[in-house]
């Protein structure tokens, strides 16, 4: 079992930043792929961003690509996705994710933070 415990987001204008973190603990090494998702009401899942733990591998979606930085502190056992320029349309509900299957599949990944809200506005 891994148990993830997110932290962050909130309100902020476009153009603006905020950094979301993920604790995990539990069984982490049984999942090495942490990944970032996000979620409008009534949609599905959306792949954001991925790193390993072992690795300093990332992968991004296309609208994060350049704007969006995810990281890992292997000693804090936490991630973190950084999010600069934020725009209007990245407002959704952020998840972190655990998984050891692939990288941008929502329904490949074992476990999962609660989620938090971001809202980016004016």
């Known amino acids: 079992q891994v148990q993830l415990v997110q932290s962050g987001g909130g309100l902020v204008q476009p153009g603006g930043s905020l950094r979301l973190s993920c604790t995990a603990s539990?069984?982490?090494?049984?999942?090495?792929?942490l990944g970032w998702f996000r979620q409008a009401p009534g949609k599905e899942r959306d792949f954001v961003a991925a790193?390993?733990?072992?690795?300093?591998?990332?992968y991004y979606a296309d609208f994060a690509e350049g704007r969006f930085t995810i990281s890992t502190d292997n000693a804090k056992n936490t991630v973190y996705l950084q999010m600069n320029n934020l725009r209007p349309e990245d407002t959704n509900i952020y998840y972190c994710a655990a998984g050891n299957r692939t990288i941008v599949v929502a329904r490949t990944y074992d476990y999962w933070g609660q989620g938090t809200q971001v809202t980016v506005s004016s």
């Open positions: 790193i390993m733990w072992s690795k300093n591998n990332t």
């Open positions: 539990g069984r982490t090494f049984s999942s090495p792929i």
